[in-house]
């Protein structure tokens, strides 16, 4: 069974704080790595993705990616309110013609005024 | 633009309807897909299409059927659901299946509620 675990959360910051995310992965085959936000009743909606090992930055976003060691993390820089959400890891798994991405549980973010 | 679209938004409907969810994109993308989420659990795939054609059902009951009548459109058509079935259906695309193709965009979603 190819997995994806998340810690449920919740994770809860100040404002202002760095908020780190983490997600190990089961699938030494997985060749794409993506981060969806999610809030409570809408859509996820993707905020990064990262194929290579090492960092990847956008905004106040920066995903890593560790291949050796099955993981992969985001951290997100001077959280806002606005930041909280669920934050869904999803991995490609490639089985047949095609991969499908299988999805963590998602990490629930709480980030405090 | 990576917006994909789907009505309705919301939709009830007893356990002895016909209903059907749309789908659509227009960013020219060849794999669509329908996800079903239940609260407080991660999207779960449930179809997948890959040039207007199936390519993966994930073992999901005959009372869900899709359906791909052009590579902009992707249905589900519901009958005889149950209230087990209630929860947010999600439609995605991507562009393809290669490494920098396949970053799946999602649409709003359709929250089902069978009575």
């Known amino acids: 069974q190819k997995e994806v675990e998340q810690n449920s959360g919740p994770l809860s910051v100040p404002e202002g704080a760095i908020a780190s995310l983490n997600c190990t992965y089961s699938?030494?085959?997985?060749?794409?790595f993506f981060w969806y936000r999610q809030y409570s009743g809408k859509s996820p909606e993707l905020i990064m993705s990262i194929y290579s090992n090492g960092d990847k930055e956008d905004g106040r976003f920066t995903a890593q990616l560790n291949k050796a060691s099955q993981y992969v993390s985001l951290l997100i820089r001077d959280s806002q309110p606005s930041d909280s959400a669920t934050y869904l890891c999803a991995v490609t798994v490639y089985g047949g013609s095609q991969g499908n991405l299988i999805f963590g549980k998602g990490t629930k973010l709480s980030v405090k005024p | 633009d990576t917006e994909v679209t789907q009505t309705p938004k919301h939709l009830v409907m007893g356990m002895t309807n016909k209903k059907s969810l749309k789908c659509e994109q227009h960013m020219g993308h060849r794999a669509m897909y329908w996800y079903k989420q239940k609260a407080k659990k991660p999207p779960e795939l449930m179809f997948v299409y890959s040039y207007e054609k199936l390519s993966i059902n994930e073992s999901v009951p005959s009372r869900f059927s899709p359906e791909c009548p052009n590579s902009s459109l992707l249905n589900l058509h519901l009958h005889a659901l149950q209230p087990e079935d209630s929860a947010l259906y999600l439609c995605?695309?991507?562009?393809?299946?290669?490494?920098?193709?396949?970053?799946?965009?999602f649409g709003p979603g359709t929250r089902l509620l069978v009575l």
């Open positions: 699938d030494r085959g997985s060749q794409s």
């Open positions: 995605a695309s991507s562009q393809g299946w290669s490494t920098d193709q396949e970053t799946q965009y």
